[in-house]
């Protein structure tokens, strides 16, 4: 969310989403970078509007199956480069933590609960998704659904958790990668990158897939780190045609020279993923994409001047994390009632032209089934700026980061159903909601001193 550092004291704030988002508009700081809140909504719309295409059920012999487009037309994996922004949310991540770990340690009171207040916005939110879909989860067991069919239906709506994990992660080791930032700048992102490279080759080469997954590590965070040169940068304008040149050299030579797959995010039945665990292809990309978004800064920074775009972006930054986390539940419900009626709409086969024309008129069913869900639970991501006592501090907020990561990495890889008298896995809603509790209890007027 853009909260502007000048204006009007908070309760002279209008009441309503939108009155408020206008208000941080008219009194938003000119030195502000209008540009990361921009990409950080686009970003999320590319990413829906992408789930909502490539996910194609279908009814067929009178069963409804769930396909994927990219296991139906080769081509779709090329429109992945597009649809894969997960580089821009590290980069622009990493350029907004930088910022507000560099102003809330210069007050010890503010470093101390940091952590739990950039925790509070990213975890709080989770809690009604989880619990919603462990109470359907047991419903539906109950109805006699098969535990096979919950566990992937769910599996598919918390898709959007996995990313929020590692996210979580590198969010808690921003105090240390700022260190490492601050003794060697740029040289930090040349060695998680050397590190990711190295990763691949010793893994692929000598057929240690296992060590794979410390790429989690040296991908997504040397991607986070670089938006920390964004923020030191003078010119960072001038590198922008490079890092496009690299980027795509390195492509070439990873699909072309080493047979890297050319889709960018996990293909069903494929042997390998650039994603599950993270390639450096994924940083090849966000070459690609970082220099693309460097070069439109200038133009999109002078258009954001304008308070009504301004206004809407400050608007969709404030419910980003509602509108992420809902997405694949929305279009799950519009499915389901489909399926309900008969199969209503599910009869096209995915991929033809018939089924494309009738694209956007799904896309409108799944934005009206998401508005009221947004609507309905966006209060806990606010919330999370609401007033409280006693702050955690790091310890206790990292401590809850990883307890509700090993949750939500539980159901990310397996969903939420499980073959017990709840019919959902108890354990991995236990772990996030405890972990909530632990990692932003009462964080309140602490933290949003932090901000």
């Known amino acids: 969310m853009t909260t502007p550092t000048s204006g009007p004291a908070p309760d002279a704030m209008p009441k309503g989403m939108m009155a408020r988002a206008y208000w941080a508009a008219e009194n938003t700081p000119e030195k502000r970078n209008r540009a990361v809140d921009f990409y950080r909504a686009v970003a999320i719309g590319f990413v829906i509007l992408g789930h909502w295409l490539l996910v194609a059920p279908v009814m067929r012999a009178g069963q409804m199956e769930v396909t994927i487009l990219l296991t139906e037309q080769r081509w779709t994996h090329y429109a992945t480069w597009l649809f894969q922004v997960m580089p821009v949310f590290f980069f622009v991540g990493g350029f907004a933590n930088s910022l507000s770990w560099a102003s809330a340690r210069k007050d010890p009171e503010k470093a101390r609960v940091w952590a739990a207040g950039r925790l509070a916005r990213l975890l709080k939110p989770t809690v009604p998704l989880v619990l919603l879909w462990a109470v359907a989860a047991f419903v539906a067991s109950i109805m006699g659904v098969s535990n096979e069919l919950i566990a992937a239906t769910s599996q598919a709506a918390l898709v959007p958790v996995w990313f929020l994990a590692v996210y979580i992660m590198i969010t808690v080791v921003v105090p240390l990668t700022m260190r490492a930032w601050d003794a060697i700048g740029i040289w930090s992102v040349a060695v998680l990158a050397m590190g990711a490279i190295a990763v691949d080759a010793i893994a692929f080469g000598f057929d240690q897939g296992w060590l794979r997954w410390a790429n989690y590590g040296f991908v997504w965070v040397g991607v986070h780190q670089f938006g920390y040169w964004w923020r030191d940068a003078e010119r960072p304008q001038t590198w922008a045609l490079a ?14 020279q080493f047979g890297f797959p050319v889709a960018m995010v996990s293909v069903p039945g494929a042997e390998m993923s650039n994603t599950r665990p993270p390639t450096t292809a994924m940083m090849a990309v966000g070459c690609v994409q970082i220099g693309a978004i460097i070069l439109l800064t200038g133009p999109i920074s002078k258009w954001l001047r304008n308070t009504k775009p301004w206004a809407w972006v400050i608007m969709l930054n404030q419910m980003i994390m509602s509108i992420y986390l809902w997405h694949i539940t929305a279009m799950v419900a519009v499915v389901g009632v489909a399926y309900a009626l008969g199969g209503a709409g599910l009869q096209l086969e995915p991929g033809t032209e018939a089924w494309w024309a009738w ?3 799904w896309l409108v069913l799944f934005v009206v089934a998401l508005i009221p869900l947004v609507l309905i639970f966006v209060g806990f991501e606010a919330g999370s700026r609401g007033k409280g006592t006693a702050p955690p501090g790091p310890a206790q907020a990292i401590c809850g980061a990883l307890v509700t990561c090993g949750g939500l990495v ?4 397996s969903g939420i159903g499980a073959d017990n008298a709840l019919g959902f896995n108890w354990v991995a809603v236990v772990l996030v909601v405890l972990g909530v509790v632990l990692a932003t209890r009462a964080i309140g007027q602490v933290a949003s001193r932090a901000k």
């Open 243 to 256: 890092l496009i040149t690299l980027g795509v050299a390195w492509l070439y030579v990873l699909i072309v």
């Open 359 to 361: 694209r956007p008129v």
């Open 410 to 413: 539980m159901m990310a890889m």
